[in-house]
């Protein structure tokens, strides 16, 4: 019987924990903020944690301060590794050890006080290695005030927040410091005004036309459409007019201040927000860096949207073949001596583009590229869309950013919590020509942006710098314990670094981003659309990518042990049924860039003519050999242009073309029109070959008239 009281009386208290407004339930949900104190003396640590858990107790705690602490510099890391709620540290500027063996005359051991004593590590060294383990934790020294000058200096520029003096114990004090320091790091200033503005309910006499959601409250028509999306969608939908909420295409105010927070968590100069996506941002950088007729390398399997980046910048590009592994249709990273020999072949290149990571996880170890690059003066832009959460765990790191990158774009909303569309352009060039970049980040974006997309990446930073290390931690485990799963099944298996790497890159120090998870599926009776479709008509499961014979798993900060329990369980159903393994038809390989006839732009601006791809009898069509192509024909995914403007056409392309939509008629092939049921694609004509500037003066054998 009081077992069945308990339950009921359980199940009421959850009842009305559902009915709790939304605010009160997040402030049930209170955070947790734990401050190590490293200091050697027990009996100090022990006052000190004392004096500060007490004022943590008496005075305001909104975060949820506690003190912790430890006695030796290993077991403070330690901590810091372990324990992801730790978001304070003070450090003692001087940590010493008890030598092994200390004895008082008379036999009794020695105190700590009166010991002889060796120096573990100094502050400074110790701030190194919290730096380098977890950059976004806030950092104070305790010193004694007669060393101050000395110390100060050669601290503070290791990015330490500030110092307290050893002999002063004004622990209240202390607190509000810390507790301050911890606020500062917790804002989000674009959000916050944009909540202050919503909640003050202002009657909107401007843009958007649907009025704080006005036009669609009670309609009979379009007010289910309110009612599924929330009423704070359309009161946050607001618009330049609201000066306090500042702008996007010249913020002073509290854009500007979310970005420079922004700029200090991922550890660039300047840090600037795109709603627009990757895809623009990639397309701003290559406009501010190269001009018409400017080279430019970049891997072949870069984004589409760097490619565009060539057509609108003018420039003359030099494409880098990437590596490929053929038995799992994986595209990975370009050689190193390929980026190299690049390099020095070319040290009039004004860029170089590289994609790290690549959409299957691949990560190059970028150091030894960019410092040869930067030998040669050339600046180098990293497409970060992948991995943008790397930052927030030493396991991920070196960043592109860390490793050297001039400029580095990020999708927030891939891995982090912002909405779709939500981009960081992060830049730590010396030789940054802000204005410039100015009129080519306002010629791309909105002059109407939408400030939820704003705000989501102020929160996602906020959140990244707060809890990404302990979520981080959470998913690398998950992650471990998944891939141990999936084999378990016996018919999936989940592809390691040595599978997924192509030949020609396994000595390049390649690494893998263990948050993505590549399985083979070839042992387990179906297609790989068989299995999706499987996978989201019986589970209600949605996977990120699909090659011929594997799938491609996402984990991000957002992924549950529960998610993980259900992915498994339908793999070992589906393993369970032990269907006969069937025969898998690969995609046919991508050819081998050809040669770049004419400036992409310049071909890309051309009228052109559709020439289809088969001729009268169902063959490949020979009238387009030698032909030169006006577009950007692109599989997709993965997203790697078998042409680009200003190609070469040859018989191997047409053949690779025409096998690709037969074999793979369910993959989208960007570029292509269609004629009625004809495919075709947009060549230049005879005529306008004549007048374009070939970029070498002896023509390849082309069929023109």
Not at 368 to 385: G, Q, T, W
Not at 406 to 435: C, G, M, P, R, W
């Amino acid at each position: 019987m009081p077992g069945t009281v308990a339950s009921a009386l359980r199940c009421a208290t959850i009842s009305r924990i559902k009915r709790l407004p939304v605010g009160l339930i997040r402030c049930m949900n209170k955070p947790t903020s734990k401050v190590l104190v490293i200091n050697d003396e027990p009996l100090i640590l022990k006052e000190l944690l004392k004096g500060l858990n007490a004022a943590a107790r008496t005075l305001d705690n909104p975060f949820g301060i506690t003190f912790i602490g430890a006695l030796t510099a290993k077991e403070g890391l330690q901590l810091i590794e372990r324990d992801g709620d730790v978001q304070i540290v003070i450090v003692d500027d001087k940590l010493y050890a008890v030598q092994e063996g200390g004895r008082r005359a008379g036999g009794r051991a020695a105190s700590s006080r009166d010991a002889p004593r060796s120096l573990q590590m100094t502050a400074l060294k110790l701030v190194q290695k919290i730096t380098a383990l977890r950059p976004e934790l806030d950092l104070y020294i305790l010193i004694e005030k007669e060393k101050e000058d000395q110390i100060v200096d050669a601290l503070f520029a290791e990015a330490v927040d500030g110092y307290f003096y050893r002999e002063e114990r004004d622990y209240r004090g202390m607190y509000r410091i810390l507790n301050a320091q911890i606020a500062e790091r917790a804002r989000t200033p674009f959000y916050d005004a944009l909540r202050a503005y919503v909640l003050s309910a202002k009657d909107a006499w401007h843009t958007p036309g649907h009025s704080s959601g006005d036009s669609l409250r009670g309609s009979p028509w379009v007010n289910e459409f309110y009612e599924f999306m929330g009423e704070h969608v359309f009161d946050a939908d607001l618009s330049v007019s609201v000066k306090a909420l500042d702008s996007l295409m010249e913020p002073t105010g509290v854009i500007a201040e979310a970005q420079q927070m922004a700029a200090k968590a991922f550890g660039a100069r300047k840090t600037f927000f795109a709603t627009n996506g990757t895809s623009t941002a990639n397309k701003v950088i290559l406009q501010t860096l190269i001009a018409p007729g400017e080279k430019l390398l970049l891997d072949r399997n870069c984004h589409k949207s760097v490619h565009h980046g060539v057509v609108l910048s003018g420039a003359r590009p030099v494409y880098l073949d990437s590596s490929v592994n053929r038995k799992y249709g994986v595209f990975g990273p370009v050689p190193k001596k390929t980026i190299l020999r690049a390099i020095e072949e070319h040290p009039d290149a004004q860029l170089l583009v590289l994609t790290s990571c690549t959409y299957d996880g691949l990560r190059y170890d970028l150091k030894p590229i960019i410092e040869a690059a930067h030998a040669r003066n050339i600046k180098v832009l990293i497409d970060e869309a992948w991995y943008a959460h790397a930052r927030f765990h030493p396991a991920l790191r070196p960043t592109a950013l860390e490793a050297g990158a001039d400029y580095v774009t990020q999708s927030a909303h891939k891995t982090l919590s912002a909405f779709s569309q939500a981009a960081f352009i992060h830049v730590n060039d010396a030789d940054f020509k802000e204005h410039l970049f100015r009129e080519n980040f306002n010629m791309h974006t909105s002059t109407s942006p939408m400030y939820s997309l704003i705000a989501s990446l102020d929160v996602s930073r906020k959140q990244a710098v707060m809890e990404g290390y302990k979520l981080l931690q959470r998913t690398l485990m998950l992650a471990d314990e998944l891939r141990a799963q999936i084999n378990a099944t016996g018919a999936f298996r989940v592809l390691t670094l040595e599978d997924l790497l192509p030949e020609d890159v396994k000595d390049d120090g390649i690494r893998l981003d263990p948050t993505k998870i590549t399985v083979d599926i070839s042992s387990c009776g179906l297609t790989v659309d068989e299995l999706q479709q499987e996978l989201f008509s019986r589970f209600n499961i949605t996977i990120e990518k699909s090659t011929f014979n594997t799938i491609t798993l996402l984990l991000t900060i957002g992924t549950t042990r529960s998610k993980c329990s259900r992915l498994y369980d339908a793999l070992m159903r589906i393993a369970r049924e032990k269907r006969a393994p069937r025969r898998l038809y690969r995609t046919p390989d991508i050819p081998g860039f050809t040669e770049l006839v004419y400036l992409p732009r310049d071909a890309y601006y051309c009228g052109g003519e559709l020439v289809p791809l088969l001729d009268d009898n169902d063959q490949p069509n020979a009238n387009l050999v030698g032909r030169i192509c006006a577009d950007q024909i692109v599989p997709y995914p993965p997203g790697i242009p078998v042409l680009v403007p200003g190609q070469l056409i040859t018989e191997n392309i047409v053949e690779y073309l025409i096998r690709y939509l037969r074999v793979q008629n369910k993959v989208e092939l960007h570029g292509v029109v269609y004629q009625g049921y004809l495919p075709s694609i947009r060549v230049l004509s005879a005529a306008e070959e004549r007048k374009l500037q070939p970029l070498r003066q002896t023509l390849p054998t082309r069929l023109v008239a």
